[in-house]
């Protein structure tokens, strides 16, 4: 149970994901911006996170909120210009904050400049840039795929003009790239290198098991169809592709991570995306990673199961409990000592967390109704802007932001609950200060416990020090017997050092090494 001494920055960090269009608006048009990121750079820093994750904010026909990329290389004017986001790298890098993009590669915009050369006619230079094919015999799409959205819809668009279908693992107006054309790893390259050079200090990389596909395009068979493909799609000539992006990346000083999006239904596959510590530095293991329900057993498994996929090959794991494309965990799990007990495990588990905004803030999904529904997958309720005060507007310069406001945002914002000691907000802070100066909890080994059922029990050690988190997930009390002092409490700012023996109903406590109490 040693782990280095040295490490790189990512391993011991906490990452704050940022939905930019719901951090906070600047100039009244009611979507968020790169000018609300910065203007809320000290919540970060007072919270206490090292590195923030912004979803894309390149520019895009916003068909997929950003996740259709027109140009890769400029800032869509709705966030900024690219001297805000110049900005924002340099105010957060001042208070020592990281700043990851969000880098889509599988696909572009039917807008990107090259799609529309490649859908131009059949002999542009850009056509096999992306995947077209003949229909099949009977007219329709080469194959049975289907797209993640809208649900129920074929993965291909026929073109009437060039007579061709083009594939699609999402929106028609996501296109997916031909990445076995080495033009467009070159291109997408560039890409890379020129948000490096700029100063970026790593990406998360969208539907990064995608980027290889089996040239035959064979149809799913029986049992999977109707599956979306981009949920099965997992192809061994992505990893080359990977081997030579993290070769591109670890030749920047600074250690640059690239953080794969890897969702894959069935498989257990995921651990082979690390390679030989060859290529992504970390990955999310989703889905597995956001449908952990609410169980004690379930998260034993769970992570068992991480264990043992990464601990053979020396890789890192990533935690995260909510995102923008799930509902969020405050929601799935039903209460707010839930929320609290999972931050604490989350934070405490060894590997790096990530952190959804909002969710220090304890918000459930917002309700939308029917008429405001924008979203063509369904998940507009965990990207409701975030409610910055208890006033009418929310801190927010107009009362009506682009999706409706999460509930009760008048008592659930940042200012009321910053207020509030015993708020959930203090608690994220609490426990990300004890991680921070805690290095068996930073970068320490890790080992499930017994313990008695509907409770969760694990140690983390290093260099001898041992800290141990026990969450209670049940309804009612629990007996456990544990060693240590009560370093902190889900549920309690103040906690009493001495550990009664028992949990109260759905708490979490970490039990400290040190014998004397905790300084407060
Ligand atoms: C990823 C993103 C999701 C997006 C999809 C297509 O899953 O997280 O928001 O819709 O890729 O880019
Ligand atoms: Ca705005």
């Known amino acids: 149970m040693i782990a280095p001494m040295s490490v790189p920055w ?28 910065r203007r809320r750079l000290d919540h970060l ?91 099949a015999a009977d007219g329709g799409p080469p194959n049975n ?41 070159a291109a997408m390259h560039d890409v890379v290198r020129f948000w490096l050079d700029r100063g970026i200090d790593g990406f998360r990389v969208d539907v990064v098991h995608g980027l290889g596909k089996d040239p035959a395009l064979p149809d799913e068979p029986p049992h999977l169809a109707g599956i979306p493909h981009c949920a099965l799609n997992d192809e061994p000539s992505t990893h080359p592709l990977l081997r030579r992006l993290r070769a591109l990346v670890d030749r920047y000083p600074g250690d640059r991570v690239l953080i794969g999006e890897v969702w894959l239904l069935l498989a257990t596959t995921h651990a082979e995306y690390f390679g030989a510590g060859d290529e992504l530095h970390l990955l999310f293991e989703l889905p597995a990673a956001v449908r952990t329900p609410w169980d004690a057993g379930a998260w034993r ?13 020396a890789a890192w794991p990533t935690w995260v409990n909510s995102n923008h494309d799930i509902p969020r965990h405050r929601t799935r799990f039903g209460s707010e000592e839930a929320a609290r007990a999972a931050a604490v495990l989350l934070l405490t588990l060894r590997g790096t967390p990530f952190l959804y905004a909002g969710e220090e803030l304890g ?18 309720g965990c990207r409701a802007p975030i409610p910055w005060s208890a006033a009418p507007t929310h801190g927010w310069p107009t009362a009506d932001p682009w999706l409706p406001w999460p509930p009760d945002a008048t008592a659930r914002n940042a200012q009321t609950l910053r207020d509030d000691p015993g708020s959930i907000l203090h608690l994220y802070r609490r426990v990300l200060a004890l991680r921070r100066r805690t290095p068996a909890l930073r970068v320490g080994g890790m080992a499930l416990r017994d313990a008695p059922e509907g409770v969760l029990a694990f140690v983390r050690e290093h260099e001898g020090e041992r800290w141990t988190t026990l969450v209670n ?31 109260r109903p759905r708490q979490a406590i970490v039990l400290g090494a040190q014998s004397s109490p905790p300084s407060r």
């Open 145 to 185: 795929w289907m797209a993640a959205f809208p649900p129920q819809t074929k993965a291909w668009t026929f073109d009437e003009a060039t007579g061709q279908y083009y594939l699609h693992m999402f929106l028609p107006g996501q296109p997916d790239l031909d990445w076995r054309n080495p033009a467009v790893e």
């Open 45 to 135: 820093a007072w919270l206490g996170v090292d590195a923030v994750w912004l979803s894309p904010i390149f520019r895009s026909p916003m068909k997929d909120y950003g996740y259709d990329v027109s140009d890769y290389c400029d800032v869509d004017p709705l966030f900024g210009k690219l001297a805000d986001l110049d900005r924002l790298r340099d105010d957060a890098h001042a208070r020592g904050i990281k700043l990851l993009l969000d880098w889509v590669p599988n696909h572009t915009s039917d807008e990107h400049p090259w799609f529309r050369a490649a859908r131009s006619r059949r002999s542009d230079p850009r056509r096999d840039w992306y995947v077209w094919r003949d229909p």
């Open 301 to 313: 498994q769970r992570i068992a199961a991480v264990q043992a996929s990464h601990d053979p090959i």
């Open 473 to 503: 997930f049940t309804d009612d009390p629990q007996p456990v017997a544990a060693p240590g002092c009560v370093a902190l409490a889900s549920d309690d700012p103040l906690p009493d050092p001495r550990f009664t023996g028992v949990l």
């Open 363 to 380: 918000l459930e999904d917002a309700v939308v109704p029917r008429e405001r529904v924008l979203d063509p997958g369904g998940r507009d």
């Open 10 to 37: 990512w391993q011991g960090a906490v990452v704050y994901q940022i939905y930019p269009r719901s951090f906070l608006d600047t100039n009244s048009d009611g979507v968020g911006d790169l000018e609300g990121i």
